[in-house]
């Protein structure tokens, strides 16, 4: 089991930007999918974004593509979450989490403890 660990969160205006971290202990996040999800108070936790192992396959959900990234650095054992023109709507605490290659995507597990994103209007 991989423990992950996210960082980076605050609380910006409209427009301004954040960079997640999602870091690993106990185990490499080499050989694992890294996902992002976010839960806003009273809605339930959605999928965000994605990245497969090399780094050069991402997935996002349509209402952040064009405004997040997502990237590995896997020498630091790290993913991120870079979150540009950021909108009240993408407030929420934000979550990563890993899963096989290959898995679906209900099978993400090892969840963080979440990082707390507020934008204001």
């Known amino acids: 089991q991989v423990q992950l660990v996210e960082s980076g969160g605050g609380s910006v205006q409209a427009g301004g930007s954040l960079r997640l971290s999602c870091a690993a202990s106990?185990?490499?996040?080499?050989?694992?999918?890294i996902g992002w999800f976010r839960q806003a108070p009273g809605k339930e936790r959605e999928y965000v974004a994605a990245?497969?192992?090399?780094?050069?396959?991402?997935d996002y959900t349509d209402s952040v593509k064009g405004r997040f990234t997502i990237s590995r650095h896997n020498a630091k054992n790290t993913v991120y979450l870079q979150m540009n023109n950021l909108k009240p709507e993408d407030t929420a605490v934000y979550y990563c989490?890993?899963?096989?290659?290959?898995?679906?995507?209900?099978?993400?597990?090892?969840w963080g403890q979440g990082t707390q994103v507020t934008v204001s209007s």
């Open positions: 989490a890993a899963k096989r290659p290959g898995a679906e995507r209900a099978d993400f597990g090892s």
């Open positions: 106990g185990r490499t996040l080499n050989n694992f999918v």
């Open positions: 990245i497969d192992l090399t780094g050069r396959n991402t």
